[in-house]
């Protein structure tokens, strides 16, 4: 035995002895090496693919020489002729080992390869997808021994492949026969394995070469955002997104559940909306990426609960009110047509879990994506919506709620809010010694202040403020002294500058003069409390995790979602926001809530994973907390009435001015109280 | 402990000592006694009723007081005074046990109850129906502990009745809210087990008293018999049949496959037809039996394999040619919507295993109902059509085979043949001295000799001859010497009569002059060879079996199939049919084929088991089998050229003559090899 030649496979770093003449697929077989192969060792499929190295490797304690794998065969020569093989490169089914070797697997050649992502602190996805590709050749019938030709390939795909319990789907018994013979007895199946029994799901005859795909979707109420996947190598082929075409049925949530309840079959009428509206999103990705659409084998869904609700066929009526019960909150695995969505007939579709009432799948898309239940340190996910949903933990513990935030943040409730759009402010500075602004606008790379600004906006004019301006403008306006803690804007005297205009009982802030084609932009008192209740309701969900946790301050804080990629984690702090932290410990996530759904396609353990993740959340429900209120009333404040934000302070002093004149209660009180 | 009350209950006879007010139910439960309820022992279902005897019971060793009980209590009084309580009955989850007291479980309280068959030597069938219903309380939400609705009611299931891992059909979510709360969060629940993980079908708000019902369908080539069955008692409710609409694709078996060969798109065409009539019928049956077709909840369908490859949307084409290929030969369970069947929208499918390419999912229902494999001793099973099933073996050992009878037996082939209807001939006697006959025809009880006879048959006048009435007649003519040992009729001179006509080369025996309304009806030369052809068919396939399990001679024979139950054991045996034989161990099993559908169909434990059955079957090939050829030749001669048949010899002498002239060649051979 030890006389046999040693093989050692990189990057594994696994090694053994093989008796001369082992083909290298099976040496990595018998090792738990992971090498792919789709026709099981033939020489067909190619995608056993290896590079042995040559010379001395000192680290292993081995030299190669030149003759340690066989020559080419016959197999290899053809190969190379059809396709070509890259230099260095051998077929693994082919190769024999003749004398001590290093092979290295290339990642292509990998099974379970990676798929990197570009934050740092994100994991990297690593491939294994609920459908793959396996090829067999099949017994023929036996007047003998008679059997079905189905049963006859599941005892195929069980010697050959070491797959048991096989079922098949029941649209596959039509083409079965004439499938096995065209292809001579030997077929590709495309084998669902997960949940359940595997499942054929479609056959070709002899050996495909083609790619399978799987869709990502993320099912938000104003937009559906899909990502068509190639399910080998975990590449994004295509994206697309579409309106969500409920809403022609409500801009938000709560005005479907409402439509829904005030008509009788609206809840059909919606969920029949947004399965058309789901078949044209994939219509246009297989068109933009040139695919047929019945190669669409498997595809996950994220959403939060009313979505989950409307897209499943279920009212969501019991949503909009307390005890905000879920008619179902498991992940689902559903056929794609039980949701009439035309992908292939077999297509799988999973739904990953909902965590409670006001937190779904999406939110769970995020967990899986951002991983805090697998953190060293203590982390505060924020995903910023109409809803915030909030998640703090660690790998020891996860603890999760929803605050809610209402639109502001989106620029609506603002008096010069717009969503974020060409010609919105999105960027905003105030000169703590002028209280003059400058800002930049979307679309523009320009500041407010650099010559050419106005030539480069002509085009679209400053049409109002996004929620990523409006939070900057009042974040500036704070550390400028031009509104005081408590929410008040200061008069043209207190603060001095003529910028402060009185506007009725309170004060606002011009921040754009106006020119004739575009209107004077101002940040009003009401813009201002309306902020102030929205970050409120996010701090103070925030904070009540905190209690549960027993803990002042985290580590690092993750903002997830579009709004979360374009705010300043400065100006959200200051804010209050988010609790304090290092400015550089908050970072963005961009759409976390997709980027889970892509990771459940591409790797279907992760879907037992999250389910169990999700189980061992602790839910907690803020209407019910008896320190929402007082948490509420402290964040109202900016950044707040109660707690010290030190770290903030260290970075960006911010001015203590009170404008309180006494006419304003809530002011005066809150100004009383803290002292 | 050993003071504590003793309870025994009957007829199980299980024992055992429960603390004084322990329920009858709780009792029967810790005991594994067979003991139904719905409601899960909250006194609303009234199945769990129980008979208490009192007195002295020296068998059992004690003496049951009249207090052994507790007294009625008020749910019982309610309970009598709205439905009436049987006197003597209790119900056993609310009477408690108080002294030592012997308890009778009457059928009906049985969950396993038995539905006793006629037949002797049938096994009842054990009540075990895939789909159930239970009364569930069902946790209301809490924002503490959020959970989907589902999963609470997922939980009660498991927590009141013990059963995991269920599962939930999609059309049941948007039911799901509204129901249970308008059952205030009580709700009976309709679960399917057996394959897979148990499912909820349907949900009804708070106690459903309803019956749920199954389908047992016999899907022939001819006609379509289905049985509506209660899934609780097991009655059947009502029967219907329907002709199987594929009849005007073709004839037989082979003309439908010729059909879909010739015709793209014949195959799709059959199928549609078949699953429309099957809809037909359920539309009649429910209709008869005045219930909702959406209360069938469960389906069994047997067949032959041509039959189940075009209901199962399969072309035929590879059963049309050999080897023979099923496309899929193992049990399907399936939903009844995959086959486009309009009964409950959750209703499952059941298909029987089919044993081999020319013994179908009928025969493996007919090996259920027959059960050769439990046989103690080696029993025949013949299932005759247009191929005849042949079952033969015991509970060691069990083998099969098909042979192609072709359709004489059927009256096909036979001149004056016609299928079993009013007019048709269906028993005759010949006397052996005066040669002439008498007969019976379908639709009158008199003999053709009877008085009255001919006022009697006026409406429907004498049509032809049946099957069963051909087998009679040649069986008659052999017993009485008008044919010989080779088939051959004898002369008017040879026989003795002028019944003995001749017609062209050979002669034909006139079993009927004719009158002005009826045509004169002869047995011919002709007709006789086809029966020959047939029988010949039927025998060699059996007697291929006795040769394989290297036996001679089989203790008793079953018939089944509706020729089956027609049939005359003696004349079946003259003819040579079936295998030497005591006459009264050869019976009839009627329609077994049905039957074993009912059985699949109320004891889901048995299609694992017919499952397992049929995978243990020998399935014997005779097409291929070398001594088929000659077990044939012989089989050919009336009994058999080369077979004794000494039981029959013992009960019917047959004659020793001869007809051939020499101008008949085969008939000569055959003489001559006997000789």
Redesign the interface.
Known sequence: MSNDPLVIFTPSGKRGRFPAGTPVLTAARQLGVDLDSVCGGRGICSKCQVTPSYGEFSKHGVTVAPDALSDWNAVEERYDQKRGLAKGRRLGCQATIQHDVVIDVPPESQVHKQVVRKRAEARDIVMNPAVRLYYVEVE????????????RLIAALENQWGIRNIE?D?HI??Q???ILRKGGWRVTVALHQGM??PRIMHLWPGFYEGTLYGLAVDLGSTTIAAHLCDLRSGEVVASSGLMNPQIRFGEDLMSRVSYSMMNPGGADEMTRAVREGMNTLFEQITTEAGIDRTLIMDSVFVMNPVMHHLF????A??LGQ?????????A?H?RAS?LDLTLHPAARTYILP????HVGADAAAVTLSEAPDKSEDLVLVVDVGTNAEIQLGNKHRLLACSSPTGPAFEGAQISAGQRAAPGAIERVEIDPITKDPRFRVIGCDLWSDDPGFGAAIAATGITGICGSGIIEAIAEMRMAGIVDASGLIGSAEQVGTQRCIADGRTHSYVLWHGTEDSPRITVTNPDIRAIQMAKAALYSGARLLMDKLGVDTVDRVVLAGAFGAHISPKHAMVLGMIPDCVLDKVTSAGNAAGTGARIALLNSDTRAEIEDTVRRIE?I?T??EPRFQEHFVNASALPNSSEPFPILNSVVPLPDVSFNTGGDDSGGRRRRRRG
């Open positions: 023929e019938p036996d007047m003998h021994e008679p059997s079905g030709d189905l049963e098949a029941l018994l039509p079965l026969q004439p359940g029994a499943l066929g279920i009212d009526y019991e307390a005890p905000f019960a879920l008619a179902t909150s498991n689902l559903l039980d909902c965590i409670a009432g839910k429900e209407a019910i």
